[in-house]
């Protein structure tokens, strides 16, 4: 999962309202298939509620879906990865 992050770091980008500093979290669940790609859209799990949060949630949801797929993600172990319950906060994200 360290991989996984690292990898949705670098396609990920920190909306301009929101600075590193801002204490905000977002919970996202994300369902993959197989091969590493999204099985259906990521749901909301959670997480500060307000406009700078919807931000970042946008943000996460636009890197989960342009960093696909996650090929290095194991095969022979996609029963503990097939569903990924991921926090995300500002320092989650590059620039």
């Not at 301009?16 to 091969?35: E, G, H």
Request: with cysteine; aromatic share 8%; charged share 25%.
């Amino acid at each position: 999962i360290v991989e996984f992050r690292r990898h949705l770091k670098s396609c990920s980008k920190l909306p301009a309202s929101v600075q590193r500093s801002d204490p905000i979290a977002v919970k996202l669940r994300v369902f993959l298939t197989q091969d590493g790609r999204l099985a259906a859209e990521p749901a909301i799990g959670g997480g500060s509620a307000n406009v700078k949060a919807i931000e970042l949630l946008q943000s996460a949801i636009a890197a989960l879906k342009s960093c696909q797929p996650y090929t290095m993600l194991p095969g022979d172990r996609y029963g503990e990865w097939k569903v990924l319950d991921l926090d995300f906060t500002p320092k989650d994200f590059s620039g």
